[in-house]
């Protein structure tokens, strides 16, 4: 039955049951009304205009809707129903946005991949995306459209950056609060005293009171010297007038030096609390929340129009699906031009309803923009204010610290002047005496020109004499058609003083590595060691088969090795100021043996028998590198510990003999070899000057003496000339 006028105007002006229904259907709540679904044939009715509802009524019959769609009354309730939707439209989104609670789901969005960002996992913060609006069929998920996706998550950047000021904003705050001043007041309900935070007023009113305590005890005191010296002044004793005068401007200077200091410390006092930047900070966290939930307001009017676009395109396909006549439900059974003129209120209801989607998407834009805008300049303004509060509180607090400076800087010359003079005079001492290179950098230059003079010295004596031999004999067959007979050798005696060498390169270079300096080394050896190999043809007596002496011309071979002393060499490659330093090195031995003393009152410097570094073995004679000094004493001299430490060794080796090794706490290492006697086990705690036993000639040796060797913490190889005193006594047996 085709419907009256009079009902066709009520359901156009929106006045229907189904309309008034919408909005529990948008915000999520379910319809138990079994005529709906019948009424709009499964299309969602919040997406149902006024012409769509129209159709409903009247796909029954052409002749009413034809009439309805040419009369002029059509017109003006055509406008009544859109005004009416129109009305309805804003109360549908009033109520999806004041209804839903988009804080219960923030844990749950988080979690959620559909709406999460790129490439951040953790929102981590109070200001998260909201979740999405429920649809009508919970078990379905709305996917976002592209514009949709594009702005949530525009919006969930936007909203981490608040967070993180915020978070930031209350980390000030807090700090701020920490240092806001408090005071003390006995508390009848806490039983006792109670720390309490002051606010602006009573820190104010705390300030004025100690000023005036202050003042009045200032005039008490000032009264008291005033009498004093009225009471106890000699009136026979008159002073210089010129005395007097300086007395007096004293008194005037240091007054106003005292009143001028208490004035200072009250502004830095008075500018230092911290009422005015927690305001500023709370003003910051206010407009922070807001813009934040104004963002999360906006992603919910986001969701509602993704809904109703979703819902839209969802009930476009369904209708091209299944060839329905629009908003009819039923199959063309009609004429064509009905379905035409059906088809065509379609499709100009779908076009309104995207352009008013679209128009609601470019107000959210807007409105998003021009928001924004606001609150970054609220927030620049309030930024703006603190600083020049900051600026302001800064000026006077430097004014004022200035000031105070100003007054003591004249003690402050003295005291800088006193002690630059002390530290100038100990750091020319010091830079005379004590070398600033480490005990790794001279054992490995001392290291590097003992090597040079051990494979000379394995050449004319050791390992290498054979070879030497050989190409001599070479050479003199070539040069005079005969073969060496005889080799003569003249050898100096080997080694040089590790101290001296160790002086001349702190006075040339102070500082130094050893390839900064082994060129310099070379041409040192060069100049120390010189060969000279001469052939000789002499008279030789020989002996026949019978016993009868003959004569007979040989050819001899001379090797001559000349040495010249490197303390020679040294000191004339420096001139007149580094000759000084090189002296006061020397006396000192370089300033860092921080060891004690391992021989009592015995000068070892010039009882070396072997030094450290490479060697010619005096017992198998070949090229080996010793690790430490040998130092010929006699046996049962008494020898004490370098150091405090633990023994970790003590014990008979069948090479080193009798030996003990002490170890400092930083991991240092000092071991006496070939001992005759040991009075201390492993284990034990031994001090700096505690008696350890007494050397001799055990183990593998060719003689009386003490070997001493020294580690450090990483187990390299240290030459212990540098560490341990090459003389002095020891002054105590538990401690030196």
């Not at 606010?199 to 009171?209: H, I, N, Q, S, T």
């Not at 031995?589 to 003393?597: A, F």
Request: hydrophobic share 30%.
């Amino acid at each position: 039955m085709p419907l009256e006028n009079g009902g066709r105007q009520k359901m156009l002006s929106g006045e229907t049951t189904h309309l008034q229904e919408d909005g529990p259907r948008y915000s999520g709540q379910s319809d138990n009304t079994d005529t709906q679904p019948a009424r709009t044939n499964g299309q969602n009715p919040d997406l149902l205009l006024g012409a769509d509802r129209e159709d409903v009524n009247l796909g029954q019959n052409e002749q009413p809707q034809e009439q309805a769609y040419n009369s002029e009354e059509q017109r003006d309730v055509y406008q009544s129903r859109e005004q009416s939707f129109n009305e309805q439209r804003h109360n549908y989104t009033e109520k999806s946005f004041n209804s839903y609670d988009y804080e219960m789901f923030i844990e749950h969005v988080t979690q959620t991949a559909e709406y999460r960002r790129a490439g951040h996992a953790d929102t981590g913060g109070r200001l998260t995306t909201p979740p999405p609006i429920p649809s009508a069929n919970p078990d379905s998920e709305l996917a976002l459209s592209e514009w949709a996706q594009e702005r949530m998550d525009l919006n969930g950047k936007r909203i981490s950056r608040l967070e993180k000021a915020r978070i930031k904003n209350g980390q000030k705050r807090e700090k701020l609060r920490k240092k806001q001043p408090s005071v003390k007041k006995y508390s009848i309900k806490e039983g006792g005293f109670v720390e309490k935070k002051l606010d602006e007023r009573g820190y104010k009113e705390l300030r004025r009171d100690g000023m005036r305590r202050s003042d009045r005890r200032e005039k008490i005191i000032s009264g008291a010297k005033r009498t004093g010296r009225l009471l106890f002044n000699d009136a026979n004793i008159e002073e210089d007038e010129d005395a007097a005068a300086v007395k007096q401007a004293v008194h005037k200077g240091t007054y106003a030096a005292k009143r001028g200091i208490k004035r200072n410390v009250r502004n830095i006092s008075d500018k230092s609390h911290v009422y005015k930047r927690l305001k500023f900070r709370d003003t910051k966290d206010i407009l922070i929340s807001k813009e934040g939930q104004r963002l999360k307001h906006e992603q919910g009017r986001i969701l509602a129009v993704n809904r109703k676009m979703s819902e839209l395109d969802k009930m476009c396909e369904k209708s091209a699906g299944n060839g329905t006549m629009p908003g009819t439900g039923k199959q063309d059974g009609g004429g064509a031009e009905a379905a035409r003129r059906a088809e065509n209120r379609k499709i100009q209801q779908q076009k309104k309803q995207r352009q008013r989607i679209a128009r609601e998407q470019t107000h959210i834009r807007n409105e998003s923009f021009f928001r924004r805008v606001l609150y970054q300049h609220r927030m620049n303004k309030t930024t703006r204010k603190e600083w020049r509060v900051q600026i302001k509180r800064s000026r006077t607090v430097i004014t004022s610290v200035a000031s105070l400076v100003s007054i003591m800087l004249l003690v402050l010359f003295f005291v800088v002047l006193f002690l630059l003079t002390f530290f100038t005079l100990f750091a020319d001492i010091t830079s005379k005496t004590v070398t600033q290179n480490d005990y790794t950098v001279l054992t490995d230059v001392t290291g590097y020109l003992r090597d040079r003079e051990a494979d000379l010295r394995n050449l004319v004596e050791g390992e290498g004499r054979e070879g030497l031999e050989k190409d001599l004999d070479e050479e003199c067959l070539a040069q005079t058609g005969q073969h060496v007979y005889e080799f003569v050798y003249s050898l100096p005696d080997f080694g040089f003083d590790d101290i001296t060498l160790m002086a001349y390169l702190s006075a040339k270079f102070f500082e130094f590595s050893l390839e900064a300096v082994q060129a310099d080394l070379n041409e040192i050896f060069g100049l120390m060691y010189q060969i000279n190999i001469q052939f000789k043809e002499e008279e030789r007596t020989f002996y026949d088969e019978d016993g009868n002496p003959y004569t007979q011309k040989v050819m001899i071979c001379y090797i001559t090795v000349s040495k010249t002393e490197l303390e020679e060499i040294v000191e004339a490659r420096l001139d007149q100021e580094a000759l000084e330093l090189y002296n006061s090195y020397k006396l000192s031995s370089g300033g860092q043996q921080t060891y004690g003393p391992a021989l009592d009152g015995i000068d070892w410097s010039g009882k070396i028998s072997s030094p450290f570094g490479e060697r010619v073995h005096p017992i198998t004679g070949k090229k080996t590198f010793h690790d430490g000094v040998d130092i010929a004493v006699p046996t049962g001299t008494k020898l004490y510990s370098a150091v405090t430490g633990k023994v970790t060794a003590a014990y008979y080796s069948s090479s080193a003999g009798n030996m003990v090794t002490v170890q400092t706490e930083s991991g240092w290492e000092v071991t006496y070899m070939h001992m005759d006697s040991i009075s201390v086990s492993q284990g034990q705690t031994v001090f700096k000057g505690q008696f350890v036993g007494c050397s001799g000639n055990t183990g593998n040796s060719t003689g009386p003496h003490l070997h001493i060797r020294v580690h450090d913490a990483d187990g390299r190889k240290i030459n212990p000339v540098f560490i341990i005193p090459q003389s002095g006594n020891i002054y105590s047996n538990d401690q030196y």
